[in-house]
């Protein structure tokens, strides 16, 4: 059996999995999303429905479409949650906030990677990537990229076969990075009741 999973074709600029956004003023999110990853916008692709709303728009980031549209006034509020690789993750979230982001995380080295994350004005959180493939591996590393962590190897006793709680091997940087998820998420609110 294969460990390599399949990669089915896709359009030329999709990847296997592209994010479908539904937002509130998905106008502004494009042009937030543009100035604060560089996206490029597919213009051929953006099209208003019947009510004057976005019915379908696509951004590209990257190797990655992001496709994004308007929420309906009767359509539920539905958070998106996104994770971008970039070259420079400080320079990102700086942008963000200048376009009115929320800083969740501050830069942290994660399983020797750099891990931020924002929340953006629109409802959505970010997760905030540079990828360091010099640093070790999931199976390596350690949660502050000095690697000798043990995560592949669960604790049976504590959690079932094949995983283990991230406080068995909780670093201050995890730590840091957990609980600003937390924070984050119980302070998701609806744009449309703030």
């Known amino acids: 059996m294969s460990t390599t999973p399949a990669v089915p074709p896709a359009p030329a600029g999709s990847a296997t999995v592209d994010p479908f ?3 509130d003023d998905a106008a502004g999110l494009l042009d937030f999303l543009v100035d604060v990853f560089g996206a ?3 213009p051929e692709a953006r099209t208003a429905d019947t009510d004057g ?5 696509e951004l590209r980031i990257g190797d990655s ?4 549209a308007d929420r309906k006034p009767d359509w539920p509020y539905m958070p998106s949650f996104v994770r971008v690789y ?5 320079a990102t979230l700086k942008r963000a906030a200048a376009r009115g982001a929320r800083i969740v995380t501050e830069p942290t080295d994660f399983w020797g990677d750099v891990l931020s994350r924002f929340a953006d004005p629109f409802g959505h959180l970010w997760w905030v990537y540079k990828h360091n493939p010099d640093n070790a591996s999931w199976e390596e590393g350690s949660a502050d990229g000095t690697g000798g962590g ?3 190897q669960a604790d049976s006793a504590e959690a079932g076969a094949g995983e283990q709680s991230w406080e068995s091997f909780a670093t201050p940087e995890l730590t840091a990075v957990h609980s600003s998820l937390m924070e984050a998420m119980a302070s998701l609110r609806d744009p449309r009741t703030r």
Do not use: K, Q
Not at 86 to 90: F, H, I, K, Q
């Open 21 to 23: 956004i539904w937002t």
């Open 53 to 57: 709303l976005i019915l379908h728009s």
């Open 40 to 42: 490029i916008e597919v």
């Open 65 to 68: 479409t992001l496709t994004i």
């Open 86 to 90: 970039v070259d420079d993750p400080a």
């Open 150 to 152: 043990d995560w592949g």
